[in-house]
């Protein structure tokens, strides 16, 4: 059973950045049959992708246009384990953030999630 | 970029209704929709993916159907456990984009 688990700060003033790790387990960060993806939903509730990390003969990533800017998401081979860096922090970036594994054409398995909130 | 537009919004209904839950793409997205459920404070649930299959350990009584532009999720008979919000995503193409979300309360 694929298990993910988040882990990061909770608490973060504008103008820093954020990084979470989601830590990977029934299953390999390098493995050329899924892709790893950062989701994060909002309090008023809507979801929002963010990127994802993908290995195939090299590694690939792809983020989200409107994010492009200011993320970065790495996998991390040696922890089995990928992140994710938001940079230039803002109270819009207040949200819950989710890993997720994705598999053929779905979103699998879900992270718990993490509430991330920007504030000074 | 492709959007999904879902409706409605939210519904009211008892045990034992019939739901249907409506997501609209953009543009053409052949089959390649998920259908999730949330309940608070928990991480989406996948139910539904490649539009009408169903997930390993999901109750038959979740259907779905669709392609190309428009798809539906089907609750074929409400129990206490389904009143969640539910969630449709387009997996088609980067970047990837839920609908809205629909919450199904009690009547």
Not at chain 2, 57 to 86: C, H, K, Q
Request: hydrophobic residues 35%.
């Amino acid at each position: 059973q694929v298990q993910l688990q988040l882990s990061g700060p909770g608490l973060l003033k504008p103008s820093q950045t954020l990084s979470l790790t989601c830590a990977i387990s029934g299953d390999s960060v390098s493995s050329n049959t899924v892709a790893w993806n950062w989701i994060r939903q909002s309090p008023l509730g809507g979801l929002e992708w963010l990127g994802r990390t993908y290995y195939t003969s090299k590694w690939n990533t792809e983020y989200a246009p409107t994010l492009k800017s200011r993320i970065t998401i790495n996998p991390d081979t040696s922890r089995n384990h990928f992140s994710l860096q938001l940079n230039s922090l803002t109270p819009e970036d207040t949200a819950v953030y989710f890993c997720a594994r994705g598999f053929r054409s779905s979103l699998d398995f879900w992270g718990q999630g993490a509430l991330v909130t920007v504030s000074s | 970029d492709i959007q999904m537009t879902q409706s409605p919004s939210s519904l009211s209904a008892s045990i034992g209704d019939k739901v249907t839950i409506s997501c609209r793409a953009s543009q053409y997205i052949s089959s390649r929709v998920n259908w999730f459920q949330q309940k608070p404070g928990k991480a989406p649930k996948l139910l539904i993916y490649d539009a009408s299959n169903l997930q390993s350990d999901v109750p038959s009584r979740f259907t779905g159907s669709g392609s190309g532009t428009d798809f539906i999720l089907t609750i074929s008979s409400l129990l206490p456990e389904d009143f969640a919000t539910y969630y449709c995503l387009q997996i088609y193409d980067v970047p990837f984009a839920f609908g809205q979300g629909t919450k199904v309360d009690f009547k």
